[in-house]
């Protein structure tokens, strides 16, 4: 067995000359803070990190872009890119000055193709990055404690499987440095006032549920939830304002399947073309 807090990075397995930003991985058991009280979310502050929340319209899809301000290269990372918003993202972190190390994927989509195969061709050195449970092809796989780095920020990893095998969660770090209050980009486990779907994908709503009370709900309450997607204008929530009001996290383990077994929704239009090719997740052959 690895040594509990062994940290290793992948500079000579597989992080590219052209990015001087390896992944860095921490191998330890995530450690649960006590729950704060509920704080205002109109914003993150930080001193270190820029943020800037991007939609894609035809999904609904949130981007995420996370940099580093105060380190002297500007590291930056692109949380579930959309292969549609590309150009625009790419502009945007050039106009800002950052250098773009990862683009992450929150799991498997099945409504969207993922970006990070067009991004790895226009910028260099860019590293895709998933979950080595989603069983996708990536360049870096992370798994549960890991963190992974971005100048002397990082994003912890938790699983949150249910929606589909693989799903994990961001989590920014609890350091007095780190955004407060925290940030936990979800993907698809906790959506504002709803949560993803579970009847395809490997999804388990029995799976969902104890994902989201273990790995989710035991953050600080005034930890900010990012979602993937939102349907209905709904930037940001907490973990406070869900665990309180999302009519589905509120119910009971039964009732919380019984609900997900009845919702009826139809087979989502973009899964035949979105699920093979974001299962190369960005590093597929060029055309």
């Given amino acids: 067995m690895l040594p509990n807090m062994l940290r290793f990075c992948f500079t000579t397995l597989c992080a590219s000359k052209a990015s001087p930003f390896p992944l860095s991985i921490s191998i330890s058991k995530p450690i649960h803070k006590p729950r704060s009280q509920m704080a205002s979310f109109s914003s993150s502050s930080s001193s270190k990190l820029l943020f800037r929340q991007l939609f894609e319209k035809e999904s609904s899809t949130y981007t995420y872009l996370l940099a580093d301000a ?82 002397d920020l990082f994003l912890e990893v938790r699983a949150t499987p249910g929606h589909t095998k693989g799903c994990v969660t961001y989590v920014t770090g609890d350091a007095p440095d780190h955004p407060q209050p925290r940030m936990a980009f979800t993907g698809d486990a906790v959506l504002i006032r709803g949560c993803g779907r579970t009847d395809f994908q490997g999804g388990s709503s029995e799976q969902l549920y104890k994902s989201i009370h273990t790995q989710i709900c035991t953050l600080p309450k005034s930890t900010l939830i990012y979602p993937a997607h939102d349907y209905r204008g709904f930037t940001v929530s907490t973990v406070g304002e869900e665990m309180e009001h999302n009519p589905r996290l509120t119910k009971d383990e039964e009732k919380f399947k019984n609900i997900m077994a009845n919702l009826n929704l139809s087979y989502p239009k973009m899964i035949d073309i979105a699920v093979p090719a974001n299962m190369a997740c960005g590093v597929q052959s060029n055309p």
Avoid: C, M
């Fill in 70 to 151: 105060s380190h002297p290269e500007r590291p930056a990372l692109l949380i579930d890119p959309v292969d549609r918003t590309v150009d625009r993202d790419v502009l945007l972190i050039e106009q800002l000055g950052l250098k773009l190390v990862y683009a992450l994927n929150t799991h498997v989509h099945a409504d969207h193709v993922t970006g990070t195969g067009l991004i790895k061709r226009k910028v260099p050195g860019v590293k895709s990055v998933i979950s080595k449970a989603s069983g996708a092809t990536a360049d870096l796989y992370v798994e549960p404690g890991d963190k992974v780095h971005f100048g």
